[in-house]
């Protein structure tokens, strides 16, 4: 684990959030944006004065010394780093802490921590690198349990097993992406899934929100990349047999995937692992019409070529993302393999952009790097690559300066996107200017298939003070109600958490929802496991 230190209440690293004055100065630029009086950032609550409850339980002796009822240790496994999750941390307001946080090192020490919940009727929460935007991992557990424990899996972060015939390893889940990929370098192989959360988040996490990574098309979730999972549940271990397909009945890996902490507590899975890419190509493409842009991104997903980066930014999304200034919609495009050169993928890809009116001012670069040169991203997918990075810490700051900045993502098929993007900027833009006195919504793709895109939005208001969680929650729904009205996901790779509860329990069938709850009751009869996310008490 890293000793640089991480904020408490926001994103990221303590050290990245910006001095007043830059503060000061970045407000002015939303100010400008938003057409609204200046705004004076504000600094967050110092340590000593959170509104922390006192602890209602303590470990018990057998477990102590891998437990933590510290202040700074349980503010830091309150929330996650949704939007909410930011606002009340930056006021102090940590009134959800758990009682205290356990560190097990080994899956003994997290079935001992479980046995004990289970015995003292307390809940418990997986935690892996605390990135939810969806209040995955927050304690709000209801009545019924003596208090909640947060099981931070960080310390379980080794790559424990590598199979280079088959290309794939045995990866404990408390592994962050750094912590992983640096184990994998020395075998010449990675996993290569980059979601946004990389540096912070683990496997145990990703496998849990089926969260989405780097790759626009093709291997888009953590779920094409897992071969077996390995959870401890209050009824015994749920192992899957490592297999490269199988249709013998419902796939127990999929029980796993998805499952949010409330069925187990994942602690390892092979997973398939990839040469390191050595030919990459990139392109940004422009268009003068979103229509048009779209109508190429569609025909790219359905083309076979499986591009690694096909990323559509409305003109909105270029401007603020530094990616273009002239009012185009840009399409970031990429290829990568580790086998062949990539020319002729690029080539064919252009031609198709271009019979929709696309326009590729600087034409695309190739490379061919040696085996464990650095890769280096060129152009404007430079920055989006670096605008995509630094856009939770952007977030950190908007909240200082009383600003609602916030994101949600969907996914639909192809004959129903005009309608389901036109209805949620109409939908948004009203909302924005019932709550806000007005705001800016933008949209990007973040992965598309043949069948369909994953289209991602933004939207930005001024607040009220002491009103931005109200208002911002007015704000999420109205996003919410126009997607479950018009054909997409609650979620396309954010999970469902205790935020996308009402509209997750409209979207899946109601014998769907009774067998989960059943497997619930089956897995874990008592129900600790982080109660409230996915499934009714």
């Known amino acids: 684990m890293s000793t640089r230190a991480t904020s408490i209440w926001g994103w990221g690293y303590a050290d990245k959030f ?50 933590s009822a510290e202040d700074a240790d349980r503010a830091a496994h309150t929330y996650g780093k949704g939007y909410g999750d930011l606002v009340r941390g930056f006021h102090g307001d940590f009134s959800p802490a758990p009682d205290f946080v356990a560190h097990p090192r080994s899956e003994d ?100 929100t089926r969260a989405g990574g780097h790759f626009a098309t093709l291997y888009t979730h953590i779920d094409d990349l897992v071969q077996s999972t390995r959870m401890l549940t209050p009824r015994g271990v749920h192992e899957t047999r490592r297999l490269p397909a199988s249709g013998a009945g419902p796939s127990p890996d999929r029980l796993v995937l998805g499952s949010e902490g409330t069925l187990g507590v994942i602690t390892e899975a092979w997973v398939r692992l990839q040469s390191r890419p050595l030919f990459r190509a990139s392109a940004s493409v422009h268009f003068t019409d ?119 993502e969907t996914a639909c098929t192809w004959d129903r996107f005009d309608a389901l993007h036109g209805a949620i900027l109409e939908g948004m833009r009203a909302a924005l200017e019932r709550v806000c006195g007005g705001g800016l919504v933008s949209c990007r793709f973040t992965h598309v298939y043949p069948d369909g895109p994953a289209p991602y939005y933004t939207f930005i208001g001024p607040a009220r003070p002491g009103g931005q969680l109200e208002q911002w929650m007015e704000l999420k729904r109205a996003a919410s109600e126009a997607i479950s009205a018009h054909g997409g996901t609650i979620t396309h790779h954010h999970a469902v958490g205790r935020l996308h509860r009402p509209w997750y329990d409209r979207e899946r069938p109601e014998p769907f929802a009774l067998a989960l709850q059943a497997v619930k009751g089956a897995l874990d009869p008592q129900g600790i496991l982080n109660p409230g996310v996915l499934i009714g008490p």
């Not at 779209?294 to 530094?322: I, K, M, T, W």
Request: net charge negative.
């Open 290 to 408: 979103f229509a048009a842009a779209v109508r190429a991104v569609r025909e790219l997903s359905q083309s076979g070529l499986h591009p690694s980066n096909c990323r559509l930014l409305d003109a909105q999304e270029s401007f603020v993302n530094g990616v273009a200034d002239d009012g185009s919609h840009v399409l970031v495009l990429a290829f990568e393999s580790a086998d062949h050169p990539l020319q002729a993928w690029m080539e064919r890809a252009l031609a198709l952009t271009a019979s929709h009116g696309g326009e590729c001012r600087e034409g695309a670069r190739y490379r061919a790097e040696e085996p464990g040169a650095q890769a280096r991203a060129s152009g404007a997918a430079e920055s989006w690559r670096s605008a995509f990075i630094e856009a939770p810490y952007l977030q950190n700051v908007m909240v200082s300066l009383g600003v609602i900045a916030d994101t949600f």
């Open 109 to 208: 020490e997290v079935r001992a921590v479980m046995d004990w919940c289970g015995d003292n009727r307390v809940a418990l929460i997986p935690f892996g690198g605390g990135t939810s935007v969806v209040r995955g991992v927050e304690a709000a557990i209801g009545s019924g349990f003596q208090g909640a424990v947060s099981l931070d899996m960080r310390r379980m972060d080794r790559v424990l097993e590598v199979d280079p015939v088959s290309r794939a390893a045995r990866i404990q889940a408390g592994a962050t992406g750094p912590v992983l990929e640096a184990q994998l370098a020395s075998h010449g192989l990675t996993l290569r899934h980059f979601p946004q959360s990389f540096e912070f988040s683990t496997l145990g996490g990703w496998i849990a």
């Open 18 to 67: 910006p001095d007043i004055a830059t503060r000061r100065a970045l407000g002015e630029q939303v100010s400008a944006m938003l057409g609204g009086p200046a705004l004076a950032p504000r600094e967050p609550t110092p340590l000593e004065a959170l509104r922390l409850p006192h602890p209602r339980v303590a470990p018990p002796e057998s477990l102590a010394a891998l437990c």
